[in-house]
């Protein structure tokens, strides 16, 4: 079923006629600067549709998403683009970086050499000049000029999208996962500024909702003393008041949109107060909410991540204070790392024994897409750190030749296995 | 024996002699010199003049591989849940790891520190990672910037930066200072080493070629896991004057040369002989490479820091495909070769993504064939010999055709 976020890309110029967009594929792009060059960042992610151009161009060991991604452009499917802008990351992007240059030679694709080193006493001073570079050659290319004011604009837009995001986790529980990621997904793809109006909109309808279910759920919790009728009685309530929330969000960020998803409604399948085993979800993204739904329909429950397109993307605030772009500086490097980075994995691995105790979590769910090297190399010691941490895992090894029928089966397993520890 | 169509070089015994030494030295007889495992872009100038002894562990995965020994070593690795299509090298180091004294050679002395340079790859920082979690042991990442367009001023003092730092780690873990005579006396045995090495290499522009790629592979050992030694230049020396004497006489590294052909990426180790030997059968020689020229990179002259910095994050991985694409055009151009042939390894992404466009960009400027061969460096179990042999064949039909 195609998702209305994954094409979305498509219908970007129909949507947003009067905008000018540059893509890019990695949360170390510093979208700040993008957006005080007056540029709408669009995030591109695997889409569904076959690989029929990239084949060419990259061979079948290299990951979905990047093979994916150009596949995108040489089928002129991101024409709307001014630009691409990648930053050092993987050894893929870097090469996904040179051969979208050799294909697309008039376009504007450039790239940030972010440090591999975040911790080192001199990381900071060179990736200052590394983004002043980028800087001037956004200013040169489309003939502008970046002042420090719309940086310090861009750093604020964005930082209150993280805070809304971040205020949109915490009610995780109460939101469908495949609509919180859907939300995230709309967060990378939409002019930043009316995303955050609609987040916030959201959240507002949402907390009268929550207001009303708190209620209730303080009801319920007390009718469990009382009669079984009451209890599903005030059930429904918080149903209803799920739904209209729901509802609220489809409007909000899948208006237009053809293929929206099968008439199923998310919320109603989401039972706040039942026992789900209480899942946390690692690895590099996720692009396709079929893998969501299916851990949700077999009983579980997704309750953090670590994951790029999840709450990595949204962690960490930019300093107001000061030279914007020492500030974007200093929170590309004190970001929680991404594991191309050197010095990451044990930070990745106590936060995410942390997370695993914050949000008692009864399981972690890697998601490795094949081919993806950094997250392949830190697999093997998380798994171990969780297994000291008595944390179960699951591998779930994505664009294999593995049947959704497998893949069920091995989820069905294991939400079983921690459910009777 | 397919080893007989290739001509042995004299010096051959020497080079096994000199390698083997420093695998001996480096397990008996360093006298309590410190070891250092590093990667192949590692500044190894300074740790010498340091007093630090440096093993390559690249360089033992391609002995491992050569050997036919590296797929049990990958296994060991993937039982620990290593995915297996993680770099070949890194899999056979993380096996050997594990095995300790019972892996082949009797697998790499134990590091006192760890030096990992990222100007080859993004795999090496992990692999270095997972060693330092083994062993304990100090680790040092040096963090080149990728060159997608110039080197900039301040990537150099970037990198100069880190050298100064490093200098400070290997003195904090080992108690070595730093030798500036000594440091000056390393560089100019590297220069030394490294100018013979791209003599030796010009030579092959010789019709017919001194030497073959299984020649230019197996001799490169040195430039790489002993470069800056008199040891190393010795050797070269001696390289240089027999290849030097093949050329005056005439006498070529395989029978009968008919095509001239250049190589790229690093070799299929398990099959270095009999891979080439298609070709040889064929009168097709390789007579330059991408690889093997990577290590002949001249140290310049100037404050030894910001020439390291500079010669290190210049280095041809670390640039970009269109500056890797020039380099293959060039050596074609350079070498009078009538056509290339692309390793697509899947062990190594840096080195292979991105080759088909190289591919088409440069048989279109030069107008001479190509072909893409897929294999791994090491991982035998995803060679497909019949695969392979089909390539090869309609390749030579197609230079059979143009020529
Ligand atoms: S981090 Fe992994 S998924 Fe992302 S581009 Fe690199 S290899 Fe692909
Ligand atoms: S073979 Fe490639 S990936 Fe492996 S260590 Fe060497 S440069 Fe890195």
């Known amino acids: 079923m195609a998702h209305p976020f994954l094409d979305s890309c498509r219908d970007w110029p129909a949507r947003y006629p009067n905008r000018r967009a540059i893509g890019y594929l990695c949360t170390y792009v510093p979208e700040e600067i993008l957006h005080a060059a007056g540029f709408v960042p669009v995030r591109l992610l695997k889409a569904n549709d076959a690989i029929a151009h990239a084949d060419a161009h990259l061979q079948s060991y290299c990951c979905a998403l990047a093979r994916s991604a150009l596949d995108q452009a040489l089928a002129g499917k991101l024409g709307f683009l001014e630009g691409m802008v990648f930053p050092h990351t993987c050894d893929t992007i870097q090469c996904l970086a040179d051969v979208w240059r050799v294909n697309f ?34 200013e040169d290319r489309f003939g502008i000029s970046v002042t420090d004011e719309a940086l310090g604009d861009g750093i604020r837009v964005h930082n209150r999208t993280r805070q809304l995001l971040g205020q949109l986790s915490l009610r995780r529980e109460q939101v469908p996962a495949t609509t919180y990621f859907d939300i995230l997904r709309a967060s990378t793809l939409m002019p930043k500024e009316e995303f955050n ?225 | 024996m397919t080893e007989k169509r290739y001509k042995k070089l004299k010096c051959a015994e020497d080079l096994t002699r000199l390698v083997e030494r420093h695998y001996a030295k480096a397990r008996y007889f360093r006298f309590g010199q410190p070891l250092a495992w590093v990667t192949s872009g590692a500044p190894v100038e300074l740790l010498r003049a340091m007093d630090v002894f440096p093993v390559y562990p690249e360089n033992y995965g391609a002995l491992c591989g050569a050997r036919g020994e590296a797929v049990a070593l990958c296994q060991a690795a993937e039982a620990q849940g290593y995915s297996g299509d993680l770099c070949s090298y890194a899999r056979s180091s993380l096996g050997m790891m594990s095995q300790g004294k ?57 990198v100069a930066a880190q050298l100064q730092e490093l200098v400070r780690f290997v003195q904090k873990h080992t108690g070595r200072r730093l030798n500036q005579n000594k440091l000056k006396e390393i560089i100019s045995y590297s220069n030394q080493a490294t100018a013979l090495w791209q003599e030796i290499r010009e030579l092959c522009r010789a019709r017919p070629s001194p030497l073959n790629a299984p020649d230019l592979f197996v001799n490169m050992a040195p430039i790489v896991v002993l470069r800056s030694t008199k040891e190393a230049v010795g050797f070269y020396r001696q390289l240089h004057a027999e290849v030097q004497e093949r050329v005056q006489r005439g006498i070529g590294a395989i029978p009968q040369e008919r095509y001239r052909l250049v190589w790229d990426n690093i070799a299929i180790w398990y099959r270095l002989y009999r891979f080439y030997s298609y070709f040889v059968d064929r009168g097709a020689c390789f007579v330059a490479d991408t690889y093997t020229g990577g290590w002949a990179m001249q140290l310049q002259a100037g404050e030894p820091f910001e020439c390291l910095a500079r010669t290190y994050t210049s280095v041809f991985l670390n640039q970009s495909l269109e500056y890797r694409g020039q380099l293959l055009l ?16 899947r062990s190594c992404k840096p080195y292979s993504l991105g080759q088909y466009d190289v591919m088409r960009q440069v048989s279109q400027r030069c107008r001479v064939p190509g072909v893409i061969i897929e294999a791994d460096m090491c991982d035998s179990r995803v060679y497909s010999e019949e695969q392979v042999k089909t390539r090869i064949q309609a390749f030579m039909e197609t230079l059979d055709a143009a020529g």
């Open chain 1, 105 to 138: 030679p008039g376009l504007f694709v450039t790239t940030i050499v972010q440090p591999v080193a975040v911790e080192g006493p001199h990381a900071q001073s060179y990736l200052v000049a590394e983004l002043r570079r980028f800087l001037r050659r956004l």
């Open chain 1, 197 to 421: 109006d609609l987040l916030a909109e959201m959240l507002l309808a949402m907390d009268s909702s929550l207001l009303a279910k708190n209620e209730s759920t303080e009801k319920s919790c007390s009718s469990r003393f009382l009669t079984t009728e009451n209890a599903e009685n005030t059930e429904k309530k918080v149903k209803i008041s799920a739904r209209s929330a729901c509802s609220a969000v489809k409007s909000l960020f899948f208006s237009g949109v053809k293929n929206e998803p099968r008439g199923e409604n998310a919320f109603t399948t989401s039972k706040v107060t039942s026992r789900r085993p209480r899942l946390i979800l690692v690895g590099p993204y996720l692009d396709d909410p079929s893998l969501l739904k299916l851990i949700h329909g077999l009983g579980g429950q997704v309750v953090a991540d670590d994951v790029c397109t999840g709450s990595r993307y949204f962690e960490t605030p930019v300093s107001e204070d000061g030279d914007p772009v020492q500030a974007l500086a200093q929170r590309y490097l004190e970001r929680r790392p991404c594991p191309c980075k050197a010095g990451s994995l044990p930070r990745r691995s106590e936060a995410l024994i942390g997370l695993a105790k914050v949000h008692q979590a009864e399981g972690v769910v890697f998601v490795l897409p094949k081919f993806c090297d950094p997250h392949a190399w830190d697999y093997p010691p998380l798994a171990q750190a969780l297994d000291k941490a008595g944390v179960p895992h699951l591998l779930l090894e994505t664009e294999q030749t593995v049947s959704g029928e497998q893949m069920r089966t091995r989820i069905q397993a294991f939400l079983e296995m921690i459910s009777y520890q």
């Open chain 2, 102 to 158: 019972k892996a082949p050679l009797g697998g790499l002395p134990r590091p006192n520190l760890l030096v990992c340079c990222n100007n080859i790859c993004g795999t090496v920082l992990k692999w270095y990672e997972a060693a330092s979690r083994f062993y304990d042991t100090p680790l040092f990442v040096l963090d080149t910037p990728f060159i997608h367009d110039q080197l900039t001023e301040y990537s150099i003092q970037y």
């Open chain 2, 330 to 345: 060039d050596l074609i151009q350079h070498f009078s070769a009538d056509g290339f042939v692309m390793h697509s390894n």
